[in-house]
């Protein structure tokens, strides 16, 4: 079942924060998160692998809450160069094929 | 450049025609996955390999096949093409054949069926 991914849009000026939010109705192996600008590939960010965990890149810092089965992007002081859909791909335990199972994408415009 | 390399980047055909897609993965990556964004839309999984074995099918249509050769590179083979089959399509690579490593997409291959 496809996790869900909060707000739908968002629209930001430079220097402000966002959190991108995905949850997911079953228990999950990891999180990854990806970020994909206009007619480019997506490309990769970071994967959170257990509970509790959280990672950085850059002023991009993610979260992953097992009890909640829910992971957060925090996107810090905005920059023009953030804007783009955010994806969330998720893990489940029980899923044998190992298949990220992808939200439907956070669009985050950033203006100046 | 990903490492990820798809060719051609952009194919226009009419409807009824066939065409295939190619993707090279990143070197010593097994996997090989295969997507479709229609647009401004979510990525619908199609089809892995694993080290030449398909490992898992998604919602691929059945006038839809690929496979992948014993150099590890894939072909993404689209038939009796529709209007509705135009999107981007993306092969991504990974280590392994599950859990653990993120994925390197390619830049893509524009299908236009007109």
């Known amino acids: 079942q496809q996790p869900v991914q909060s707000p739908q849009a968002v629209i930001l000026r430079e220097g402000e924060d966002a959190v991108i939010n995905c949850s997911s109705s079953k228990a999950l192996y990891s999180v990854h998160w990806y970020r994909q600008k206009h007619g480019e590939a997506p490309v990769f960010l970071m994967i959170l692998l257990k509970g509790g965990e959280q990672k950085g890149h850059d002023k991009i810092s993610a979260s992953f809450n097992e009890k909640k089965q829910q992971s957060s992007l925090y996107l810090t002081a905005s920059q023009l160069s953030y804007s783009g859909t955010y994806f969330c791909?998720?893990?489940?335990?029980?899923?044998?094929?190992?298949?990220?199972?992808w939200g439907a994408g956070t669009k985050l415009i950033i203006k100046p | 450049d990903s490492g990820v390399t798809q060719t051609p980047k952009h194919l226009i055909t009419a409807t009824g025609q066939r065409v295939t897609l190619r993707c090279s993965p990143r070197?010593?990556?097994?996997?090989v996955y295969w997507y479709q964004q229609s647009l401004d839309q979510g990525l619908q999984f199609l089809i892995q390999y694993y080290n030449g074995e398909e490992r898992a099918k998604g919602n691929i249509l059945e006038r839809f096949s690929a496979q992948q050769f014993p150099d590890l590179h894939s072909e993404l083979n689209l038939s009796s093409l529709e209007l509705g089959d135009s999107a981007l399509y993306f092969c991504a690579s990974s280590a392994t054949d599950g859990r653990g490593p993120g994925y390197t997409f390619g830049s893509g291959t524009r299908l236009t069926v007109v």
């Open positions: 070197s010593g990556d097994l996997s």
């Open positions: 791909g998720t893990e489940p335990f029980m899923d044998s094929n190992y298949q990220l199972i």
